[in-house]
């Protein structure tokens, strides 16, 4: 079985290079929530007006669906499909009907139910980047995806409180088998953390392998797990207007078994796209609504997110752009279409930047601010995302969590009340004077405020003294003490030993066919 039993990280002599380091002060596991009114960039009108010319698509331009057995059910649904280019187009009373049985909240339980992660209300969780075939980080250099690389990946994702859950296999282990990788990936996700995890819906197989090694996990019955969801996915609309066969499948095997699904058009503006921002979320709005449909029509009352991710592209040379002004104002506008529908919503920030630097930095915090104003409900590809996701960075992540800590501790409320008023000390402290030894701050100078991972706050001549390190040399170190410092969740032998039993039989059914 290929890497199965994958070296498990050691604290013994070839692991002391990082040995000196305090451990990394990070935020304690908490369910993070957003106290803010969400911000309405779209008037009510403008709203309705997007609204409007999706029902305008779907009625009268259609989605192609490369998929019979999602034909026939549009078909039994009463939609109008054309067999011959497979298309179909479906009414807003549609619309209407599907999301009467959809629901704005739900929640997502792992194998350690005090990971649970909530979905819907003011709720945000971050994830793990998901998807890059490359990996890089500054020491080894770029080099295609492994299991090596996934696994530590996956180690800093459970050793960081801030990521709450991970993609759909955050760099792709290229050396293994592409059609049954997916079931090493699994595996590594439940063994080396105890959060949910995104699973690949490329078809039905790798879906449904997904919640049968979920449920092994958490000791359910697929019964069972129909009732109380443990992972989700990402379908990933063919923009435009298309659902190809294996992201059919995969969506309807979700839903069958009560699992989340969170339906996400990629609008590029300029090429998969109109090129303006309210044609653009037009066409996501539509393709969304239509996948959001599709879930519960093969289960009414199927956990479903309204996903986003609408960006643009350079339009002097082509390529994508993430974390532009047009990108931001997207990932608001989106979520205010979310909440008109009553659904949970999925968003993004991202970067186009080729390295962990300041590009990287400010294109991923821009987008990043667009999700926490538009009131993201699951921030997917949150840590590790570069070069525009064709690459998981080990430094990069380690900026990403410093990034999302300070916006989980922007999130926090003042709070307002005699002892925060500090009126008292501010009484016994003389003009001119100063409150470093005031019992006021003695009481509460460890905790007053947020403490970095990554910035450095020393003058010149110490961080000097130092190393003079930049935040990317010094996210190395970080990465490698993490890794240094990960302990691996607890799991009962005779679950291991079943997970290890399900992936061999599958890899044996599989053969060299598709899963």
């Not at 239509?290 to 289960?299: E, H, I, S």
Request: proline content about 6%; some cysteine.
């Amino acid at each position: 079985m290929p890497r199965m039993n994958e070296p498990r990280r050691k604290r013994g002599a070839e692991r002391t290079s990082n040995r000196g380091l305090a451990a990394i002060p990070q935020l304690p596991l908490r369910r993070v929530t957003n106290p803010y009114p969400p911000m309405a960039m779209l008037s009510a009108d403008q709203i309705e007006a997007i609204h409007q010319a999706s029902m305008h698509i779907l009625e009268n331009f259609g989605i192609e669906v490369m998929s019979r057995r999602a034909l026939s059910l549009f078909e039994n649904a009463g939609a109008k499909v054309d067999q011959a280019s497979m298309t179909v187009r479906i009414d807003r009373g549609m619309v209407d009907e599907a999301l009467r049985t959809t629901r704005s909240s739900y929640t997502l339980t792992p194998r350690n139910p005090g990971r649970t992660v909530h979905l819907g209300g003011n709720t945000i969780n971050f994830t793990l980047v998901a998807g890059p075939p490359n990996v890089h980080d500054m020491e080894r250099g770029r080099r295609a995806g492994n299991l090596r690389d996934y696994c530590d990946l996956t180690r800093l994702a459970q050793h960081f409180n801030c990521i709450h859950m991970l993609g759909n296999q955050v760099c792709a282990p290229v050396e293994l088998p592409a059609n049954s990788r997916h079931l090493d990936t699994y595996f590594a996700n439940l063994t080396l953390t105890d959060k949910s995890f995104h699973v690949s819906a490329i078809g039905r197989g790798r879906a449904l392998d997904g919640v049968e090694m979920m449920a092994i996990a958490r000791g359910l019955t697929l019964d069972e797990m129909c009732d109380d969801p443990g992972i989700t996915t990402i379908i990933s609309v063919n923009s435009p207007r298309r659902f190809d066969e294996m992201m059919a499948e995969g969506l309807m095997t979700m839903a069958e078994f009560g699992q989340s699904v969170a339906v996400t058009p990629f609008t590029l503006m300029g090429a998969m796209s109109p090129v303006t921002l309210a044609g653009a979320l037009a066409q996501q709005n539509a393709e969304a609504l239509f996948g959001v449909l599709l879930t519960q029509l093969v289960r009414p009352g199927a956990p479903v997110m309204y996903g986003a991710f609408t960006s643009n592209v350079d339009m002097k040379s082509g390529a994508p752009a993430f974390g532009t002004p047009e990108n931001t104002k997207a990932n608001i506008a989106s979520g205010q279409l979310a909440r008109r529908y009553g659904l949970p919503y999925r968003t993004t920030p991202g970067s186009a930047s080729n390295a962990a630097d300041a590009q990287g930095a400010y294109e991923t915090l821009m987008a990043l601010w667009g999700a926490v104003l538009g009131h993201g409900n699951l921030v997917y590809h949150a840590a590790g995302w570069q070069e525009g996701g064709l690459t998981a960075s080990f430094e990069k992540f380690i900026i990403d969590v410093e990034m999302i800590q300070h916006m989980m501790e922007f999130l926090r409320p003042i709070e307002v009340n005699e002892a925060e008023l500090a009126v008292e000390a501010l009484g016994a402290v003389p003009t001119g004077g100063h409150f470093f030894g005031e019992p006021h701050t003695l009481e509460r100078y460890a905790t007053a405020f947020y403490q970095p991972i990554l910035s450095n706050w020393q003058n010149y001549e110490a961080w000097q003294e130092a190393g003079g390190l930049d935040a990317t040399a010094r996210a190395t170190r970080l990465w490698k003490k993490a890794l240094q410092d990960h302990v691996e969740p607890a799991m009962d032998i005779s679950v291991r030993e079943a997970l290890e039993a399900y992936v061999a039989k599958r890899k044996e059914a599989i053969g060299q066919g598709e899963p």
